[in-house]
């Protein structure tokens, strides 16, 4: 099952100013078809061009460094994409995903804090989640492409601290990235949707 680069869900423009046109230009249309291409041609070359992304992933993982970057970096990009919206972030939570975030983190501010945190302390480039492992939430983190399906958890959100995903628009301020990201971008509803996949 080849890669293909998804379209983005809204218009290049559409969430600034807390991301921009040319950050999503450059990170959609060059950083993530980069992933794309080198994940199908190290793909077909490791005889896993047939596999889903998910099976390339945790086939790779350990085995195929070259393979398994592009794919894990392929998987995170088509669920960022989603876990953005305009109009989002903040506390409107769907009440599911409210209950168990204050069951399972101590709460909305907990997790923000927390969530924040560990896109904060990944030191280099790397991801900070938000998973569902052994059916509670958890905060992770993670350098470079790697991801929570490689460690036995299924990300529900994840938020990209690479530099090419915030410095045209917050130069190394990464921190107020994370902080606009979660205020003001995280699509609730997709994240609910993927919660409810990983608890079935």
């Not at 060059?30 to 099976?55: F, I, P, W």
């Not at 939570?93 to 204050?102: F, R, S, V, Y």
């Amino acid at each position: 099952m080849a890669f293909e680069l998804p379209e983005l869900p809204y218009a290049y423009d559409s969430l600034a100013p807390y991301m921009s046109a040319e950050t999503l230009e450059y990170h959609h249309d060059k950083h993530h078809k980069a992933y794309v291409d080198n994940g199908n041609k190290l793909a077909a070359e490791a005889g896993m061009g047939d596999l889903s992304v998910e099976e390339v992933v945790k086939k790779s993982f350990g085995t195929n460094a070259g393979l398994f970057n592009n794919a894990a970096q392929h998987y995170n990009h088509v669920h960022f994409w989603k876990w953005m919206k305009k109009d989002g972030g903040g506390t409107k939570l769907p009440g599911k995903l409210e209950a168990a975030i204050a069951s399972d983190l101590g709460g909305y501010d907990k997790f923000k804090a927390d969530f924040m945190a560990a896109g904060a302390t990944q030191f280099g480039s790397g991801w900070a989640w938000l998973t569902v492992k052994d059916g509670k939430l958890a905060i992770a983190k993670t350098p470079n492409g790697e991801n929570p399906l490689v460690h036995g958890a299924s990300p529900i959100l994840g938020v990209d601290v690479w530099e090419h995903s915030y410095y045209i628009d917050y130069r190394n301020a990464r921190p107020k990235y994370l902080e606009a990201f979660v205020d003001n971008l995280i699509n609730w509803d997709y994240v609910l949707e993927m919660y409810e996949a990983a608890t079935k």
